[in-house]
C-alpha cells in the first residue's frame, strides 16, 4: 500500500495579523506625532486639531495605532482618524447610537454602526459640539462595558 502525503491546511490569518505592527518601542503617540509631522500640510494640522480636542473631551483617553492610523479609545474605540487626500476623516465606532445634535456626521451615514466626520481644507471645526459627541461615546462605551 502506498501512502499519500497530506499537506497540513494553512491556517486563516488572524484577526492581529490585519493589524500594522508598531516599530519597535515606538509609543502610539509617537506614530501619531510622526503621522501628523510626515503630513506637513492642512491635513497634519487638521489632525494635531482633532486630537486635541479628544483628549480635551477626554483626559483619561488611550491613544493607539491600529490599522496604520490614529485610535482614541476609553472603554472600547471611540473614534479613528484617517487622512486621505481630500479629507481627514474621523470614524466613531458606534456613532450610529450616538445622538448628534449639531449634525457633524456627514459620512458612512447609511451604516448600523459607525459615523463619521469628513473634515476638508478650510473646514472649520465644532470643538464644542466634537468634544460634547465625544464624551456622549465615551459615556455609551461605559454604558455597554
Known amino acids: 500500500m502506498t501512502q499519500t502525503k497530506t499537506k497540513a491546511p494553512t491556517k486563516a490569518p488572524t484577526k492581529a495579523a490585519s493589524k500594522t505592527p508598531s516599530p519597535a518601542g515606538e509609543s502610539p503617540a509617537a506614530l501619531i506625532d510622526a503621522r501628523i509631522a510626515e503630513l506637513g500640510d492642512w491635513r497634519g494640522e487638521t489632525l494635531a486639531r482633532l486630537r486635541a480636542l479628544v483628549k480635551e473631551a477626554d483626559p483619561e483617553v488611550v491613544e493607539e495605532w491600529k490599522w496604520r492610523v490614529p485610535v482614541w479609545s476609553h472603554d472600547g474605540i471611540l473614534c479613528t482618524g484617517e487622512t486621505y487626500k481630500s479629507a481627514v476623516k474621523m470614524t466613531f465606532a458606534k456613532g450610529a447610537a450616538l445622538e448628534d445634535p449639531s449634525g457633524l456626521f456627514n459620512s458612512s451615514l447609511d451604516g448600523n454602526t459607525r459615523r463619521a466626520i469628513d473634515f476638508r481644507e478650510g473646514d472649520k471645526i465644532d470643538g464644542r ?15 455597554k462595558g
Not at 129 to 143: C, E, G, P
Open 129 to 143: 459640539a466634537l468634544k460634547a459627541l465625544i464624551r456622549a461615546a465615551v459615556a455609551l462605551n461605559q454604558r
